[in-house]
């Protein structure tokens, strides 16, 4: 059975659609039944073009992403979500719609990373803050991976998380 994870981020621009690229990416490769999904409580509507060339660079197919809208994910025919992460702090900090999971609410997290969008040094300083948050967030969705999420009861995989987030 496929495990979901939706990762969250405000305007669904940047670091949630590196947690998606990375995430469904590495399962891919690892062959791991995980599906990543991303979403933002404020969509802009676009993808930073700095997050697709750090995901394009990593040898991620970012074809068909979109900004989208948080509430998607709360519709009719929607995946069952196991997995919800932030990775912004004010998306962290909003108050989030009731996701339902396969066996009720899905495990909730936050592990935030400063906004790359913001970095200074012009266009190179951007695409090198780009990488190193593709990185971190690579790091941690290969952690991710590691875990045994089939067999995991919910106390262990919010534990598991919790200390991923503090790696």
Known sequence: MTVHVLILCTHNSARSVLGEGMLNHLAARLQREVRAHSAGS????????????????????TSAFRSKRWDEFTAEGAP???????VCDSAASETCPVFFGGAGEPVKVHWGYPDPSNAEGGDEGKRRAFELTRQAIGYRMLQLLALPLESMGRDALQAALAGIGRS
């Open 42 to 61: 404020a969509p802009s509507g676009r993808i930073n073009p700095f997050a697709l060339e750090a995901l394009h660079n990593a040898g991620v197919d």
């Open 80 to 86: 069952p979500l196991s997995i919800v992460i932030t």
